[in-house]
């Protein structure tokens, strides 16, 4: 009887674990994955604003919303690909995110790996346009508010925070045509036609913003963190 019992309690454990373990199935390939994307981001972002101060007369905000729309498009060409390997292996198709790589381009050829690139961009550019352009005016007005002094971590997690919320509540009513766009896919809709749907509901733009508190405080929480190691890496590299 005693046997018995430990036998079935040491099962029980074991399946607890590999229940524990299921949720992170995936995470060493989305953390790489996400300081490749973070850098990937510093990279174009950097050189897109370094090239626009050299070459035109805009102003900071408009500097930095141009590069950070830039910066989404442009590594969006290594976001997407590893996004849709890394998600393949969190839902348990692939084994890991090699393997993911591998099978997808044999199944359905390098285009595969780019499956949901035009929603992401339609997302991602105006998104980190707005988070960018809000951060950098910030970090502005620290400067010059703390005579010059660099931010810390606390405030660059605050302004972070801050520009992700702001970005979130400006692109929400982009993100919910996109999302009937998605829910009525096999109509085929085109944004219009999707944001004319959202319109017969007939209350106006407050459809436009469905979930944006949520949303503003899901995207201010990452951005937050995104920005502390964006500056790590600027710091690196300057």
Known sequence: MVQRSCSGGAAGVERRLTEVKGLYKGVVGAATGAGIIIGTYFAFYSTTKRFLRERTDMSDGATAFTAGA?????????KVPLAVC??????????NVLHAAQSIV?????????TGFLPTV??????????????????????KLQNGRPANVAEDLIMG????????????PLDVVKTVMMCSASSRPTIFTAAASIMKEGQGLRPFFR????????????????????????????
């Open 70 to 78: 830039a910066a989404a498009l442009g590594s969006s060409v290594v």
């Open 106 to 114: 044999k199944a359905a050829g390098v285009r595969g790996l780019f």
């Open 161 to 172: 925070g801050v520009a992700g919320a702001a970005a979130a509540a400006a692109t929400t």
């Open 211 to 238: 979930g944006v508190g949520p949303r503003a405080l899901s995207n201010g929480l990452n951005s937050a963190i995104f920005f502390c190691f964006f500056e790590a890496i600027r710091q690196v590299g300057s």
């Open 122 to 143: 339609l997302e991602d550019v105006p998104d980190m346009a707005v988070k960018f352009a809000v951060y950098e005016m910030m970090r502005g007005v620290h400067t």
């Open 86 to 95: 890394i998600r393949s292996v969190q839902a348990g198709v692939y084994k």
